[in-house]
């Protein structure tokens, strides 16, 4: 039997992902424990990425996050989306697989989509924390994603720690 997937479409995940930028600017704001609400930040190759902007949906009707987190940055927007479960279990590092567990990279810098390997993915994506009363989530993702068989980046120290509205 093969399994539901509740992410949308492989190739129309970047286009979301634009469009999800034009049309949310999301602000951000400290916690009381002082870590930063509505932030994402990595190492994409050897440059830094850090979000000035981010949005997350909890998605009722697919029973998933579905989380985006943008760095507007003069000639080279780029943004990192996040879609999983919401039973995920904390604290598991799950193999990002494309159907339930995926990381994606836009960048508007020649305008490049890059995914997990669909046939060997080679990355991990673990939900450290949910607070459903905050409506936050957290956690931390990594991998090798390819934008064709001679382009990719490796993303490594990837952490995220996002509000979110019910949908």
């Given amino acids: 039997m093969k399994r539901k997937s509740i992410c949308p479409d492989r190739f129309a995940r970047p286009a979301m ?7 949310v ?6 916690n009381n424990g002082g870590a930063s609400i509505n932030s994402a ?10 979000s000035t902007q981010t949005v997350g949906v909890d998605n009722r009707s697919n029973h ?3 989380l985006n987190a943008t ?5 080279d927007t780029s943004a990192i989306d ?8 904390l604290n598991k590092a799950y193999t ?32 450290t924390s949910i607070d459903k009363s905050a409506h936050i989530v957290a956690g931390t993702f990594s991998g090798h994603f390819l934008a064709s068989s001679t382009d990719s980046v490796v993303i490594t120290n990837g952490k995220f720690n996002i509000s979110y509205i019910l949908q």
Wanted: hydrophobic letters at 45%.
């Fill in 96 to 127: 990002l697989d494309n159907d339930l567990f995926y990381v994606g990279y836009v960048t508007s810098k020649g305008q490049k989509f890059y995914f997990p390997d669909y046939f060997s993915p080679i990355g991990t994506l673990t939900v």
């Fill in 41 to 50: 930040s990595a190492i994409i190759g050897s440059a830094a990425f850090q």
């Fill in 25 to 30: 600017f999301a602000a951000c704001k400290k």
């Fill in 71 to 75: 760095q507007l940055k003069t000639g």
């Fill in 64 to 66: 998933s996050f579905e």
């Fill in 82 to 89: 996040l879609f999983f479960p919401d039973t995920v279990k």
């Fill in 17 to 23: 992902s634009f469009f999800i930028v034009l049309a």
